[in-house]
């Protein structure tokens, strides 16, 4: 879907038309992700809104996901209550939630968030990548369930009452836990951990930033390779001749 995200009045015009049940006294924009567009409507709900079909579809997945799981998890999650109708190639237009109340770690004033933790300089990418890769023991472990993208943004506190919301479940699916255990909520995680576990959770960040790369070769957006392309420079700079 082709929109323009600072135009407010096409995207009440849609949920007008897929939820004319849905008073629309106030509507503004929450925040605009890679793969969808975040709408806050009277102050109580979110509407996520798929830029592309692909997306739709894996908000499908997402919705069936966040039913199986809801009676596992303690944290706060999602509960999709208005599912927009599929129009062209995309299953669904839009996909509404009640709120969640918090503020997304990567709001939160460090000294009051989770430390980060200080990596040393990495070696170049290739032989980051072929050391990992050559090691049998890398994937010696037992696939679970994932966010696919537990980062802070999509990590929630609710600085009142302690409680702990997560959103964003459209990358979910099977993999390596270590994927998901980003180094501060290290401290939340009560899965096994071993050596093995932290050096592939070490890997994994390390190829975090090659994540803007693609997405911006994807969407043809020269600024965002760009800039991409410095987080990886920063990130294995300082190599050993």
Not at 4 to 14: F, H, K, R, V, W
Not at 100 to 116: K, M, Q, V
Not at 158 to 180: H, R
Request: proline fraction near 9%.
């Amino acid at each position: 879907m082709n929109r323009n995200p600072t135009d407010i009045g096409q995207y009440e015009a849609l949920l007008g038309a897929y939820f004319p049940e849905l008073p629309l006294d106030g509507i503004s924009l929450l925040g605009e992700g890679w793969d969808s567009i975040a709408i806050e409507v009277n102050h109580a709900f979110v509407f996520r809104i798929p830029k592309r079909p692909a997306v739709g579809r894996q908000m499908c997945k997402e919705i069936r996901v966040l039913e199986t799981i809801r009676p596992y998890v303690k944290a706060r999650i999602p509960l999709p209550e208005l599912i927009g109708a599929a129009h062209g190639d995309s299953p669904v237009t839009a996909v509404g939630y009640r709120k969640l109340l918090g503020t997304p770690l990567s709001e939160i004033p460090p000294e009051d968030a989770i430390p980060l933790l200080r990596c040393p300089v990495r070696p170049v990418v290739i032989e980051v990548i072929e050391d990992f890769l050559a090691r049998p023991q890398n994937f010696q472990f037992e696939p679970i369930l994932l966010h696919g993208d537990l980062a802070a943004e999509h990590t929630l506190v609710n600085t009142e009452t302690g409680e702990i919301g997560v959103i964003d479940f459209g990358d979910c699916g099977m993999g390596d836990p270590a994927y998901d255990v980003w180094p501060e909520l290290t401290p939340f995680y009560h899965g096994p951990m071993d050596e093995l576990f932290c050096a592939r959770q070490g890997f994994y960040r390390k190829l975090a930033p090659f994540h803007g790369v693609l997405h911006g070769l994807l969407i043809r957006d020269d600024v965002l390779v760009t800039n991409a392309l410095r987080q990886v420079e920063a990130e294995y700079a300082g190599k050993s001749e």
